[in-house]
């Protein structure tokens, strides 16, 4: 009688081996659902910048509006016979870089800087 009953316990603990260690168990299962949140939070930030990306695109292709914003924010373009006057707050002025000392334009900090173009 104890050899039939350390026989069923043997079979059992091998039987439960599978659920608790093996390949499919609740800790690998837990491993992969973990997994799977952190793609899905992924894939759901790609997605949103898709987006945005393809907004733009859409809106590059449809008229000017963006095309100028661009031109002027990112090329500093202006349109002809346009004035453009640019105020720099001495408060907001750059400390020189100690690294690169001469790569800083000198400024007044006394004065405020205006500049003007026109084509």
Do not use: C
Request: hydrophobic share 40%.
């Amino acid at each position: 009688m104890k050899a039939l009953t350390l026989i069923f316990v043997i079979l059992i603990a091998l039987l439960q081996y599978p659920l608790w260690l093996g390949k499919g168990s609740w800790l690998w299962v837990w491993n992969l659902s973990q997994q799977i949140e952190q793609e899905k939070e992924s894939n759901d930030k790609l997605k949103s910048r898709n987006d945005s990306m393809d907004a733009e695109v859409h809106d590059l292709k449809q008229g000017y509006a963006a095309i100028e914003e661009r031109a002027r924010s990112e090329l500093g373009m202006v349109k002809q016979d346009e004035v453009f006057y640019q105020l720099i707050d001495e408060n907001n002025l750059a400390k020189p870089n100690p690294v690169a000392p001469s790569i800083q334009p000198p400024v007044k900090p006394s004065e405020p800087v205006v500049r003007a173009a026109k084509r």
